[in-house]
Structures are given as C-alpha cells and as structure tokens.
C-alpha cells in the first residue's frame, strides 16, 4: 500500500541553523510528492512539490528533492527562522485511474526555532 | 477573500447527536475532498467529489458519516449519532480540474469536533 513515514518531533533548532527533515514514502507506480506546513493556528499551506524522479521542489528557501532510488523527499533549509516555527507535513498523491488524487499524510514534524 | 472556508470552525456535542459540517471551495474548483485529522496525527482521507458525483469513499467512512455535494458547489459532512471518537479537526479541500496528481489540494482552516 502506500504510506508515508516522517521523523519524529519536534525538531528544536536555534536560528540560523540547517534544517533537515527526514520523509520516505511507499508506493506503487510514481507518486507526486509534496511538503505542507501549518503555522500555529492557520490550515495546512503547500510549501513545495516534486512530479517525478530527480525534480527539486523549492520555496521560501525550503527544498526538497524526489530521490526513487531511496523512495525519500527529505525537507532542507539553510538558515531556519523563528517564523519558520510550524508542523511540516510530507505528503504523496499516488497515481489514481479513478482520478482521485488523494493525499497520503505523514504524521508531521513539528520545528520550534529560538531566537 | 476566495479560498476554501468551512462552517462552523468549532462544533462542541454530546455523545448521540448528530452534526453537519459545510465546505465552501474555490468556485472554479470542482475537485473537493474530506480529510480527518487527530491530535499529532496527519490527515487522512475520508472521501472525494468530483462535480457532485462522490467517486471514492475511504473504509474510514462508517455508516454514520455520510456526505453530499448536491450542486457541484459546496459539501455537506454529517455525522450521525457521533462517538467520542469522532472527535478531530474535519478538513476540506479542493483543486482544479485536470486528472493530474500534481495538483496542488488548497485546505481550509477545518471545523474542530468535540463530542463529549
């Protein structure tokens, strides 16, 4: 089946400080990969996203790549900061012939960033 | 302000009554889905509309939930007879049309249930 496996929280990182958050995923066929996160008290937010093998997602500093030989899409940043305190979510949409497209979540990682 | 906005956000019940959430998308969005979401947990997928038509129901979905979309517009999730274990963020979303798994789901801030 498919499923999505994220490291564990929460990640406390001072600022300026290198970000790396872990995801794998299972799948069958060639899932789309994406990275959401929730900012205390807002609904889920897309970050970045990845379509296929060796594309890089980015945004706001954030990158991720979609790496099919270690089925992972790791989160990484270079210098964190305090407004970067969030739940970050890694999620796959797997190939659908209904056309579905559903979200498959991972549990989230919360980061807390300290001035 | 156009994105996905959901009623009520908090909704407080007690064990065996029964509740109705409503899900507004972006108007040109015909793709809407409903995930579920407990404390420290990621969503998870409950079911999807496309237009009005309901294609895929998660096994997630007992008898006593049950949803619409009559108009192709907004959604209706309503539980019957809720349990405590009902209790969790309901999230909305939708996207454009297009069958593509690289189309970006846009969330809306999700009604918190309690059921005491």
């Known amino acids: 089946g498919n499923s999505v496996t994220q490291m564990e929280g929460p990640v406390t990182l001072s600022e300026e400080a290198f970000l790396t958050i872990n995801c794998t995923y299972t799948a069958t066929g060639y899932p789309s990969l994406f990275w959401y996160v929730q900012y205390p008290g807002e609904g889920l937010q897309l970050l970045l996203k990845a379509t296929k093998a060796d594309d890089k997602g980015s945004n706001k500093g954030f990158e991720a790549t979609y790496r099919k030989e270690t089925t992972s899409f790791h989160l990484e940043k270079g210098s964190v900061q305090v407004s970067d305190s969030a739940v970050y979510f890694c999620?796959?949409?797997?190939?659908?012939?209904?056309?579905?497209?559903?979200?498959?979540f991972g549990t989230g990682t919360r980061l807390k960033v300290l001035a | 302000d156009t994105g996905v906005s959901q009623d009520p956000r908090h909704k407080i019940t007690k064990r065996g009554q029964n509740v109705t959430f409503r899900c507004d998308p972006i108007s040109e969005h015909n793709r809407l889905y409903w995930y579920r979401q407990t404390l420290g947990q990621g969503p998870e997928f409950l079911t999807y509309?496309?237009?009005?038509?309901?294609?895929?129901k998660s096994r997630l979905l007992s008898d006593r939930f049950s949803a619409e979309r009559p108009k192709g517009s907004f959604s209706t999730l309503e539980i019957q007879r809720t349990e405590q274990g009902d209790s969790a963020m309901y999230l909305c979303?939708?996207?454009?049309?297009?069958?593509?798994?690289?189309?970006?789901?846009?969330f809306g801030p999700g009604t918190r249930l309690t059921v005491l």
């Open positions: 999620a796959l949409s797997p190939f659908s012939t209904s056309g579905t497209y559903k979200y498959i």
């Open positions: 509309f496309q237009n009005e038509a309901q294609l895929e």
């Open positions: 979303a939708s996207s454009p049309p297009g069958a593509s798994g690289n189309n970006e789901q846009f």
